[in-house]
């Protein structure tokens, strides 16, 4: 199965489309498991977003000309009022394409992207149960979502990035590798919209169907032993081209159920087709980065910041700001 055939089948499906929804998230490891969320995260006060949107009208395409009803929504998270820069990112939780660990990966992001100008939409992407095109289709209606309602979001069309964790930081790593110009024919304007990323953020990824795969994420994905054409068409480090936006990658050494080669392998691909790219390679943490939390954890986000900056991705930071 070539990208051409992938591309074309998406576009023609997602036309039609109108859409319904779940959530999928980021590493159910295979043996030596990560650590869950505590209850007591799980419990801890969900923030009111600005705003919410259907990411679907009503029912949603599942890649195989098929539709589903879907309920499914973007929470929208925009900065104080003239305070925002313009740029936006839309979220991908990770869960090990079974659940969103939201409460981790979700709202504190939101919240720390708002205080930096930085609007956040996070999605909670349907689970696949084995639909392998589901999770990147939302992707895409969402960064198209963002641009078609980047004037009343205040947003810049150009600045629409993506972040995502563990699993979805393989909802991420798909979007920013297939997308397209929308469709200006399309009687649903939304469609219209471009679903390139302007940049991509991706933390402890799962980048690779191949061998460093996370096992888990693949099966629920792609099956027990799906074909071939299958693991190559979603091993995004084969899907690098010279076209790929600029991508900031940070992961740990010691990462066991996503192993840190996810991210090199990525980095080598960017590199070779000569695009911007920059892994931050963290010395401890696991998977998770000790719990989303601690100095680790901090340092990845202030480098994505200034990465990020350094590339005109976003506005320029504020000296000593993080």
Request: with cysteine; proline share 9%; glycine share 8%.
């Amino acid at each position: 199965m070539t990208l051409r055939a992938f591309t074309t089948r998406l576009v023609l499906a997602t036309l039609t489309a109108v859409c319904s929804a779940t959530a999928a998230d980021a590493g159910k490891p295979p043996a030596a498991t990560t650590t869950p969320p505590t209850a007591a995260a799980e419990a801890a006060p969900k923030p009111s977003p600005t705003t919410r949107i259907a990411l679907w009208p009503g029912r949603a395409p599942n890649g195989d000309g098929t539709f589903e009803d879907c309920a499914l929504e973007l929470e929208v998270f925009l900065p104080p009022a003239g305070k925002g820069n313009g740029a936006a990112i839309v979220l991908c939780p990770g869960g090990g394409y079974i659940r969103h660990v939201t409460s981790r990966e979700g709202y504190p992001i939101a919240e720390w992207l708002n205080a930096h100008g930085i609007a956040c939409i996070i999605l909670e992407y349907r689970l696949p149960r084995l639909r392998h095109a589901v999770p990147l289709l939302d992707a895409q209606r969402a960064l198209r979502q963002a641009r078609a309602n980047a004037t009343s979001w205040y947003l810049d069309p150009q600045r629409i990035g993506i972040l995502g964790f563990s699993a979805g930081g393989h909802v991420a790593s798909t979007a920013t590798t297939h997308f397209d110009a929308g469709r200006a024919d399309a009687a649903d304007p939304v469609e219209r919209q471009s679903c390139r990323p302007s940049f991509a953020w991706f933390v402890y990824p799962v980048v690779t169907m191949g061998p460093y795969t996370h096992t888990g994420s693949r099966k629920e994905l792609l099956g027990e032993a799906p074909p071939a054409d299958l693991v190559s068409l979603y091993s995004n480090e084969q899907r690098v081209t010279a076209d790929t936006p600029p991508v900031f990658l940070a992961h740990a050494v010691d990462d066991k159920p996503v192993p840190i080669e996810n991210s090199r392998q990525f980095v080598q691909a960017m590199q070779t087709h000569q695009r911007p790219v920059e892994l931050l390679e963290l010395p401890s943490g696991g998977h998770g980065l000790n719990g989303c939390k601690g100095p680790l954890w901090e340092q990845w986000k202030a480098a994505a910041l200034q990465w990020s900056a350094q590339q005109g991705l976003i506005p320029l930071l504020k000296q000593g700001a993080q």
